[in-house]
């Protein structure tokens, strides 16, 4: 039973009964929330991040950026290597990373990332893996 002020989280089938004398009817409805429509939840905010890229040149996960669909992720990324090394820097909205440092082609391994909101209160890491 939901009352006035319950909160519906992920998924929720809801029933609606109905008497007038001797008649009744029954009507259901089931509510589904995306938690990832939730901007500030860390699921959203890690759904943000690839967990890989491809830099061949095929057209086909050639960069490494912030997916920006549904809601904008503003701030700063920054990749390091395994080693704790700055590899590049750039803005979360229109930045990118192809695999390069430096004019030199990395390494296939796996990369870390930290993202600092503009507002200095969404932070995440975590790590991807460059194929090659």
């Keep these: 039973m939901i ?13 609606i009964y109905t008497e007038s004398g001797v008649c009744s009817d029954e009507s259901s409805f089931t509510i ?3 938690l990832l429509a939730c901007e500030n939840s860390e699921e959203a905010i890690k759904s943000k991040f690839p967990n890989f890229f491809t830099p061949n ?18 701030g700063t990324v920054t ?11 750039f803005d979360a909205i229109n930045g990118e990373w192809d695999g390069y440092s430096n004019g030199r082609r990395l390494p296939a391994s796996d990369y870390w990332y930290k ?13 991807f893996a ?3």
Excluded: A, M, P
């Excluded at 009352?3 to 029933?15: K, L, M, P, V």
């Excluded at 600092?116 to 975590?126: F, K, V």
């Design 3 to 15: 009352n006035e002020g319950d909160r519906i989280t992920e998924t929720q089938t809801i029933y």
């Design 32 to 34: 589904s929330i995306d």
């Design 57 to 74: 040149g095929d057209g086909t996960n050639d960069t490494w950026k912030v997916n920006q669909k549904l809601f904008l992720l503003e």
């Design 79 to 89: 990749i390091y290597n395994r080693y704790g090394k700055l590899i590049s820097q």
């Design 115 to 127: 993202f600092e909101g503009i507002d200095g209160e969404i932070n995440s890491t975590g790590h």
């Design 130 to 132: 460059l194929k090659r």
